[in-house]
C-alpha cells in the first residue's frame, strides 16, 4: 500500500531565506511523485513532479524538489521564500501500476508561513 | 484552453438530503478523478473514471456515487447526507496520454451539511 508523510504540520520561515518542506514516502516500486499547492478557499495547483532521471526537478513559480531514492524522500525546495508562498503543500504520490488508474494518494499537507 | 470547472462553488444541505456536484473537464482530458478534504482527513480520493467508467474507487462507503458522462464531463452523488460529509469536493482532470501525466484541479465545491 502507498503512503505519503508530511512530517511537518507547519513551516515557518522569514522572506528571502530558503524554505524546505518535506515529504517521505512508502511505496512499492517506483512512484510518480508530485507537488501541488493550496490557497484559500481554492483548488490545488500543480507546481512540479518526478517521473524519472535527474534527481532535481524544476518546477513552477521558482520551486524544485529533489528526489532521492535511497532516504524515499521528495522535498520541495525554493532559494529565496517569499510572502506571497504562504499557502498549503501537498505531496502526492501515483502508482506506475497499469492497473491504478491516475488516482492520487496525498500526504496530510504542510501549511507554509513566510513572514516579512 | 479552459481549466476544471466545478458546480456549483457553495452548497448547503440538510442531514439525510441527497446532492448532486458537477465537474466540467479540461478539454480533450479523458480522466475525471473526485477527492473529499476535511480538516481532519486531509485530501481522500473517492473514485477515478475514465471513458465512462470506473476505474478506481477509493475507501467510501456506497452513499457516494459517481458517473462520467459521453463528454467527460462528470457528476458524483451523495445520498443521505451526514453532518460528517460536510467538506470541500475537488474534481481533477488528466489526459489520458501517459500514466505519469499531471492533474489538473477545479475550485472545489464546499458542502455544508447542517
Known amino acids: 500500500a502507498q503512503s505519503v508523510a508530511q512530517p511537518e504540520d507547519q513551516v515557518n520561515v522569514a522572506e528571502g531565506n530558503p524554505l524546505t518542506v518535506k515529504c517521505t514516502y512508502s511505496v512499492s516500486g517506483n512512484p510518480y511523485l508530485f507537488w501541488y499547492v493550496q490557497y484559500p478557499n481554492r483548488g490545488l495547483q500543480f507546481l512540479l513532479k518526478y517521473i524519472t532521471g535527474d534527481n532535481l526537478v524544476k518546477g513552477s513559480y521558482g520551486f524544485e524538489a529533489e528526489f532521492n531514492k535511497s532516504q524515499t524522500s521528495f522535498h520541495l525546495k525554493k532559494p529565496s521564500a517569499l510572502v506571497s508562498d504562504s499557502a498549503l503543500y501537498f505531496c502526492?504520490?501515483?502508482?506506475?501500476?497499469?492497473?491504478?488508474?491516475?488516482?492520487?494518494?496525498f500526504g496530510k499537507g504542510t501549511s507554509l508561513l513566510v513572514t516579512p | 484552453k479552459a481549466g476544471v470547472t466545478q458546480t456549483p462553488r457553495y452548497l448547503i444541505k440538510t442531514r439525510g438530503q441527497q446532492v448532486t456536484l458537477s465537474c466540467s473537464p479540461i478539454?480533450?482530458?479523458?480522466?475525471v478523478s473526485w477527492y473529499q478534504q476535511t480538516p481532519g482527513q486531509g485530501l481522500q480520493f473517492l473514485f477515478e473514471?475514465?471513458?465512462?467508467?470506473?476505474?478506481n474507487k477509493g475507501n467510501f462507503p456506497g452513499r457516494f456515487s459517481g458517473r462520467q458522462f459521453s463528454n467527460s464531463r462528470s457528476e458524483m452523488n451523495v445520498s443521505t447526507l451526514e453532518l460528517g460529509d460536510s467538506a470541500l469536493y475537488l474534481c481533477?482532470?488528466?489526459?489520458?496520454?501517459?500514466?505519469?501525466?499531471?492533474?489538473?484541479f477545479g475550485q472545489g465545491t464546499r458542502l455544508t451539511v447542517v
Open positions: 502526492a504520490v501515483r502508482d506506475r501500476g497499469s492497473n491504478s488508474g491516475y488516482a492520487l494518494n
Open positions: 473514471y475514465f471513458s465512462e467508467t470506473q476505474r
Open positions: 478539454s480533450g482530458h479523458r480522466s
Open positions: 481533477a482532470s488528466s489526459s489520458a496520454g501517459a500514466h505519469n501525466t499531471e492533474a489538473f
